[in-house]
């Protein structure tokens, strides 16, 4: 009896051995070479669906940033599965700011290969094509090196560029040879003198790598405008102390304002300076809008200086972040929408829209919200954590702590071997080409051929349950020049305010 116990235990402590070996020799489940034999119990939970889904899984799953759906079609699409849903929608259609998009009765054929944007204005020496969608800016130190292989890989791939964030310019940025948009932040990681000014030489040295085809300054990001990005000490290992040149095991902040400028022609200036010291390449910069009347003052100083950025990144409150405080995540910073149309608006109204290109970036996760957004004011789109999921993130949401089950977001060596870099990449790859696909099938379902011929009456907004209103009911759309010639009466107060010397405290009726 006790010989046939022991038995037993020896072949289930064997099977379980053999479960083990395999979950860690596997490459396509990171969860699995994190926690093998017990990660199945992810999977199990998953594959009892829909009966057991309902208590265990989507209940945290609708509660957290991306909802059940779209995380299923992000991961399908990165999985290369159909990423269709049956049966129809389970929105409600008819609730208050439910939006849909207007299609034709006589749809086009989406092109052959999707439209390409040319950021690059009348400064700029060495334009670049630019994907309808892209990977917004993580840092390395945010993100693992595998996590940042696998992005500039699928990156490379898929042509689209990828933004490095702010943490420097490192080996693994370089190493697969996708196309990158090199950002720096109020901490000039990777070209800073030691006491973290800007330092022109290390930023001209770093900018010259062919793979870097723009270059970005951060003047805010949507999850925590006015605070400087935060590294946990944790998180800053030996390698990342290199790339960022700052102390190691020690938290790493960014400071909340740049000390390269403080006033709207300052600011125009150093990005001309950027541009120089690149060898004229694409420069410009991403923000999370605070008010209008700052966005002009920006406005009037690049009429006034006589040079543009060739793009500006436009980040909504809704935006990610590794790191940030609950009071800034949830409640500073304009969301994207507004921040969008106004951003669109001034540059129109200034009559510099056509030098400019727009990106914009928040929750931009599947095609409706590309086209959304181009209807919106934008030539292009970023993602950051929809790309986090096709590197495999399951919204554990520990970014911060270093201890990322999934091996996305952590520096531990042992937990981010579990991303695989060629399965991750092969996945990043396919969810932008499917994602892009169905945005411009989506367009040609609207009678567009390309992102110029999409207008605000293509959007539709419920006002109530029962009035529906179209964006170009619902909102003022500038005529080129208007602020020039006669601002319009909502906007005369904070046109005439806004300094091109100063960026203002904002006071009683700002925008
Ligand atoms: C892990 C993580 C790290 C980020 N690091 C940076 C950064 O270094 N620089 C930056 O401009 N934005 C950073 N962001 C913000 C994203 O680039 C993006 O603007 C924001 O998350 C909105 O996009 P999403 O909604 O697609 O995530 C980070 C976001 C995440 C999730």
Redesign the pocket.
Known sequence: MARGIGKGLIGTGAAVAAVGAHDLLQRKHSVLRNYPVIGHMRYLLEGLRPELQQYFIERNWDGR?YNRDVRSVIYERAKGIHGELSFGTERDVHRAGYEHLVHSTTPLDPPDEPPRVRVGGPDCSRPYDMSLLNV????F???SANAILALNEGARRGGFAH?????GLSDHHLERGGDLVW?I?SGYFGARTTDGEFDPDQFREQSAHEQVKCV?L?LS???KPGIG?VLPAAKVSPEIARVRGVPEGQKCVSPARHTAFSTPVELIEFIARMRELSGGKPTGF?LCVGSRRDVLAICKAIREVGTAPDFI?V??S?????AAPLEYEDHVGMPLTNGLMLVHNALVGTGIRDRIKVGA?????TGNDIVRRLIQGADYT???????MAVGCIQAQR?HTGTCPVGV?TQDPRRARALDVGDKSARVHRYHEATVDQAVQMMATMGARQPEDLTPDMLRHNVSHEEVRSYAELYEWLAPGQLLAEPPRDWAADWQAASADRFLPSPGGVR
């Open positions: 940033p917004s800016a993580m840092s130190g945010a993100l933004d490095t964030g702010e943490g950002e932040g970005s951060k990001q949507g999850a990005g991403k990144i980040d909504g809704e935006g990610g972040t590794a970036s928040g929750k931009v996760a970023n993602a950051a954590r929809a790309m986090m970014c977001t």
